[in-house]
């Protein structure tokens, strides 16, 4: 079980936007730490695609944008393109003491 | 072009220990940590330590502390980890990555391509 809550999956046609939710609590996203989000393809390394909460690193496209509010973050990707289905992890810190880097679960993202 | 190469992948037997290397090139590591994170098959990315190579003190996931014992040397920039102990539940491909960002605000912006790991009898 996961320390960050995501959804299993998400799906939408060419062209629309799709948003992965992203839920904490009060010793990790609620206590304003960043939040991070990465893309994994099969078979290959998670990719850094959002980072300190809405920061995007050079050559990520900015149809991917991170927010977040609370003790949840979101990504959203808007104008969905094939190559965008893969699995989304968020990542943030947690005060906690029994880890210090937690992830989602992971989001399957499915291009209709 | 700052890049992570990882050790070949290893098959183990249950109780016997496996030591996985990641070498960094391409860039400069001074003050820059390095994480071990693993992923089983099917499964997420679960934290197992870190380690800055300039300070050699790492950290470590308390699931794991006492069977993990990560150490880095220089230059290169090599960063080791050894996972003792070993049961069927490690099975899974290990990552290393670069610690951006500083303190509790780090992420990981580069990756290795992983290490599979597989115990079993």
């Known amino acids: 079980q996961s320390v960050l809550t995501q959804p299993p999956s998400v799906s939408g046609a060419p062209g629309q936007r799709v948003s992965i939710s992203c839920t904490g609590s009060?010793?990790?996203?609620?206590?304003?730490?960043?939040v991070h989000w990465y893309k994994q393809l099969p078979g290959t390394a998670p990719k850094l695609l959002i980072y300190a909460n809405t920061e995007r690193p050079s050559g990520v496209p900015d149809r991917f944008s991170g927010s977040k509010s609370g003790t949840s973050a979101s990504l959203a990707i808007t104008g969905l393109q094939a190559e965008d289905e893969a699995v989304y992890y968020c990542?943030?810190?947690?005060?906690?003491?029994?880890?210090?880097?937690?992830f989602g679960g992971g989001t399957k993202v499915t291009v209709l | 072009q700052v890049q992570l190469v990882q050790s070949g992948a290893e098959v183990k037997k249950p109780g016997s220990s496996v030591k996985v290397s990641c070498e960094a090139s391409?860039?400069?590591?001074?003050?820059?940590?390095f994480s071990w994170l693993r992923q089983a098959p099917g499964q997420g990315l679960e934290w197992v330590g870190g380690i800055i190579p300039m300070f050699g003190t790492p950290t470590y996931a308390p699931k794991f502390q006492g069977r993990v014992t990560l150490t880095a040397d220089e230059s290169p920039t090599t960063v080791y980890m050894e996972l003792s102990s070993l049961r069927s539940e490690d099975t899974a491909m290990y990552f290393c990555a670069r610690e951006g960002g500083s303190g509790d605000s780090a992420y990981f912006d580069v990756w290795g391509r992983g290490t599979l790991v597989i115990v079993s009898s």
């Open positions: 990542q943030s810190y947690d005060s906690s003491l029994t880890v210090f880097w937690v």
């Open positions: 009060r010793s990790n996203i609620g206590a304003g730490f960043d």
């Open positions: 391409g860039g400069t590591f001074n003050d820059y940590g």
